[in-house]
């Protein structure tokens, strides 16, 4: 029998509720006990329930809701030996509800239709057999009940706003208590019309959600109950005036699979949320959510859980006025799975949305995730794999258009047993921003998932491996901007892990091009390798961080903007006996072309920092290197500017302080071309060798190349810290180029790796015997002056020469430093000495050259080569004694010619006295000098390196600050 529960007008909006309940099933009777025990009754179906309503009242609400099925009834149970026990009852399948809701007038009306199909009953218990009788026959539960609407539900308003909104939830499956008895299926809802409709001329909102029932859970052998697939395909409309405002929403939830124990799991339902639609109004917004159904979990000692289902949306919104949207999608989490079963797959989601204004501006946001996998929680049972994320998003807007994609791959499953940790989803897709006159932006993030983390007796997950190649575009006309940022992130390696190993970051790989024809066009590229998993186990080492590689190359015919980043992901941290993991490998190429106006380049690479080990005396990873390469051109006239930054990851010793000795190796470059105009460059290597070149093309303008690095002379037990730093600078006049190279670890530089420049200076600490006894080969005065009481820290070289094709004056300036940040090198005496000097014509028009120290400032001014020759030819000075902690060695060099022919270069040796340590050497990086002088920050999270992200013209416009510091040396020359 149908209850008509409430029917009523409220006093503050005169709205009327009307709630319509079906009867529930009739429960099946249970057995009598006896010899044999009686079969138990099924439970009756639940009331099927329709209700269509009308009203004058500007508000309605309907509540239509099948009746749940009846229980199954109990066997009844043997008294005897040799009986057998009643079979048990199955559920009743739930009631259907169908309805609809109709309302006019004016003002705000309202139409609500929420429509739900019945639960499935659950079955009853089988009789218990006396033995050697068997137990009654299992009963299975009941299917959940249907929902749908017998007409559209309409809200129409003469001079109001309207709102029309549809529910339709499937009935939940019901259970089967008995082993081997069935759960029964959640409904399925599926929408494929209009179903909400709203007419007004001054806003209007249809709404339809869909949700699937969920499946029921099984026992023993029984299968379990699937869930209900959920779809919404072109479900809402709206009409009335072009100057409305539109509201659009479909929801999409599929309904989970019920759990089962050793039978087979059910199928976790799908969910679908599809509309394709025209609108005639000011402004339209449509919202979008979609998540597909959870897999089963699983209690048994084999098998594997449910998968996720898979989640899927397509939207293709046009409007004539301003168009905005938000999609949002979810595939399944996987089952988790006890007893030593695998948790089941992540599902898939993909969200797809075209979004179109013909008049207006144009915004889109959609993000779409993978599913967990699920946990793999006892025994050898395994985690299952992430699911996929994708998103494709296209929208274009005669004004401006904002385009933004998120796509996230699931995590991987969780072990605690001996199982594996599931690996992370990876990400995929496409951004699009299209404006006809304005603006367009496009920014992509694609996200890999981390990988599942394990117990002490299993092994780690991976993380996702993330590759995108041009998947962020904006178009727009010649006076319009194109604004484009891609990320790829590659997935973290498991964070916790045992005997079996801990997982690797995800690798990281972009490529961002565009040829465009705009006012303005920017184009930014990151990459972030993914961390290593941590391992805590007595021996092995943890996970690697990921590699990241990132090329951005942008060619426009107004102002260029091209920048690329990337990240290595940082070695995983070893414990209770394991060692740190590496860190990883980055690079970054970027190139911007201007055929009119103004280009920037920014390239800027971080190897991955090693990872830590905790609690014993293991050296921790290394750290990554680093390679940024960064090519501006503007072929109008204008300034071209580039910047290279590469700083290589740090290393990590047995103390846990940062190390040098294993940080990786740096290589930047900058070069700038502007044949008629302004060519900047500047590139900064920081690494355990740095190696950095700077060049440009132009009638005027600045070039630097900048190395750095840290070092320990003498015994490192010692704790003796030395920063060491040597930039080259020079105005640009026609092509010039500049080298700085410095290396800590005794890697000494060769014309091969430093091809000629016109400013170049060369450093190695820490060379080896064979290349120390060779550079001082015949020098007398030098060798003397060592004697045996100092010992070669270092070997060096500048030089300076006139560009080929060069015209007017050329000025090359030098600065090297070194801090000595140590109390024992405190009355140690410095010498440097200077040897083979080669020139060219006159050398120079003039060259100074200051040297400085605590205790020693001096400078000199050469007014031919014969005098600079004898200056520069085993020619030792002793720059008397450091301040230990505190002191400084700087030695800086201007040079200037006006003369294609003039070129010179000498090299030098700085030696140090010995302290009776035995051995010596130049080793690297202690964690005190580090935290000071560190270039390389901790790790951080997207948004905060974003932030920290130097940009073309913080970095490039001026001139480096020591070529005008009052503190430079023009103070020094003055003295």
Request: proline share 1%.
């Amino acid at each position: 029998m149908t209850a008509l529960l409430g029917c009523w007008a409220s006093l503050d909006v005169g709205a009327a509720i009307v709630t319509n309940i079906g009867t529930t099933g009739v429960a099946g009777t249970s057995g009598a006990d006896g010899d044999p025990g009686q079969d138990g009754g099924d439970g009756g179906v639940g009331e099927h329930v329709n209700q269509d309503y009308t009203s004058s009242d500007a508000d309605n609400r309907l509540t239509v809701r099948g009746g749940a099925g009846g229980t199954g009834g109990n066997g009844g149970s043997a008294l005897s030996g040799g009986f057998d026990g009643g079979t048990a009852g199955n559920g009743g399948d739930g009631g259907n509800a169908t309805g609809s809701v109709s309302t006019s007038g004016s003002g705000l009306v309202r139409s609500w239709a929420s429509i739900l199909g019945g639960n499935g009953g659950d079955s009853g218990s089988a009789g218990i057999g006396g033995a050697p009788g068997n137990a009654g026959a299992i009963g299975s539960g009941g299917n959940g009940g249907t929902a749908a609407v017998t007409s559209i539900v309409t809200a129409v308003s003469s001079d109001g706003d309207t709102d029309a909104r549809v529910q339709l939830s499937g009935g939940d499956g019901g259970n089967a208590y008995s082993s081997g008895g069935s759960g029964g299926n959640g409904a399925a809802v599926s929408v494929s019309s209009v179903v909400a409709q709203s007419m007004s001329n001054t806003e209007s909102q249809a709404e339809t959600l869909v949700f699937g029932g969920q499946g029921g859970h099984a026992a023993g052998t029984g299968n379990a109950g699937n869930g209900g697939n959920a779809s919404v395909v072109n479900a809402v409309t709206t009409s009335g005036s072009q100057q409305r405002d539109v509201q659009l929403f479909q929801e999409a939830y599929a309904g989970s699979a019920g759990n089962s124990t050793d039978g087979a799991v059910g199928l976790a339902g799908t969910a679908t949320n599809d509309l394709t639609t025209s609108v005639d109004s000011a402004s339209t917004y449509g919202g979008f959510r979609t998540e597909g159904g959870y897999g089963g979990n699983r209690q048994s000692s084999s098998g594997i859980a449910g998968g996720g289902g898979s989640a899927e949306s397509t939207v293709d919104l046009t409007n004539t006025g301003d168009s905005y949207a938000d999609s949002e999608v979810r595939g399944g989490q996987g089952g988790d799975a006890t007893g030593g079963a695998s948790g089941g797959d992540g599902a898939n989601g993909t969200a797809n949305l075209t979004l179109r204004s013909m008049t207006g501006i144009a915004d889109g946001f959609v993000v779409a995730f993978g599913g967990d996998g699920g946990a793999g929680i006892e025994g050898a049972g395994n985690g299952g794999g992430g699911g996929i994320g994708t998103v494709n998003v296209v929208v274009q807007g005669e004004d401006d258009a904002t385009a933004f994609g998120n796509a996230i791959g699931g995590v991987g499953g969780y072990t605690d047993g001996t199982g594996i940790g599931g690996n992370g989803g990876t990400a995929t897709g496409s951004v699009s921003a299209i404006s006809n006159t304005g603006t367009a932006s496009a920014e992509g993030n694609f996200l890999g998932g981390y990988g599942g983390q394990s117990g002490l007796g299993g092994q780690g997950g991976h993380g996702a491996a993330v590759s995108i190649d041009n998947a962020v575009t904006a178009t727009s006309g010649l006076l319009g901007v194109t604004d484009v940022y891609q990320v790829a992130e590659g997935g973290e390696g498991s964070r916790n892990s045992g005997v079996g190993g801990a997982g690797n970051g995800g690798d990281a790989d972009g490529r961002l091009f565009a040829q465009n024809a705009n006012a303005f066009s920017s184009l930014i590229g990151e990459t972030y390798g993914g961390q290593g998993g941590r391992r805590e186990y007595s021996t092995g080492t943890a996970g690697m961080g990921g590699i990241s590689e990132n090329q951005v190359a942008l060619e426009n015919t107004g102002t260029a903007n091209a920048e690329g980043y990337a990240y290595g992901g940082f070695g995983g941290t070893g414990a209770n006996g394991a060692g740190g993991g590496n860190g990883a490998n980055a690079s970054s190429t970027v190139t911007s072309l201007s055929t009119t106006a103004t280009s920037a380049a920014v390239g800027e690479a971080y190897g991955g920092d090693g990872g830590e080990s905790l609690g014993v005396n293991l050296q921790g990873g290394l750290g990554g290197d680093a390679v940024a390469s960064a090519q501006s051109e503007t072929q109008g006239g204008s300034t071209a500017t580039s910047s290279g930054v590469a700083i290589a990851g740090y290393g990590i010793d047995v103390s846990g302080n940062f190390a040098s000795k294993r940080s990786g190796v740096a290589v930047a470059s900058a070069s700038s071309r502007s044949i008629s105009g302004v060519a900047n460059a500047d590139a900064t290597a920081d690494g355990r060798v740095a190696s950095a070149t700077a060049s440009g093309v132009g009638s005027s303008g600045q070039i630097q190349a900048r190395s750095t690095s840290t070092g320990v002379v003498f015994d490192a037990s010692a704790s003796d810290s030395i920063r060491v730093s040597n930039s080259v600078s020079a105005n640009v006049g026609s092509s010039v180029q500049v080298n700085s190279f410095i290396a800590t670890d005794g890697t000494m530089w060769t014309s091969a790796a430093n091809p000629a420049s016109d400013g170049v200076s060369l450093l190695t600490l820490n060379p080896s015997a064979s290349d120390i006894q060779s550079a001082l080969a015949g020098q007398s005065n030098t060798l003397a002056a060592y004697g045996s009481g100092y010992q070669v820290a270092g070997l060096g070289r500048i030089g300076s020469s006139y560009p080929a094709d060069g015209t007017g004056n050329h000025a090359v300036s030098i600065d090297t430093q070194l801090s000595f940040n140590d109390i024992n090198f405190d009355g140690r005496e410095a010498t440097i000495s200077f040897f083979n000097f080669q020139s060219t014509g006159n050398a120079f028009s003039n060259l100074m050259l200051s040297l400085t120290t605590t205790n020693y400032a001096q400078n000199w001014s050469f007014n031919s080569s014969a005098e600079a020759s004898t200056f520069f030819s085993d020619n030792p000075i002793n720059l008397g004694t450091l301040v230990g902690a505190s002191d400084e060695l700087r030695l800086q060099l201007d040079w200037n010619s006006g003369s294609t022919a003039d070129s010179f270069n000498a090299e030098y040796s700085l030696g140090i006295t010995a302290v009776p340590e035995p051995g010596f050497g130049i080793l690297l990086g202690i964690g005190l000098l580090l935290s000071l002088f560190r270039v390389r920050t901790p790790r951080q999270t997207r948004q905060q390196k974003e932030a920290q992200r130097k940009r073309p013209v913080d970095v490039i416009q001026h001139a480096p600050d020591f070529l005008v510091d009052p503190s430079g040396p023009s103070e020094a020359f003055s003295r």
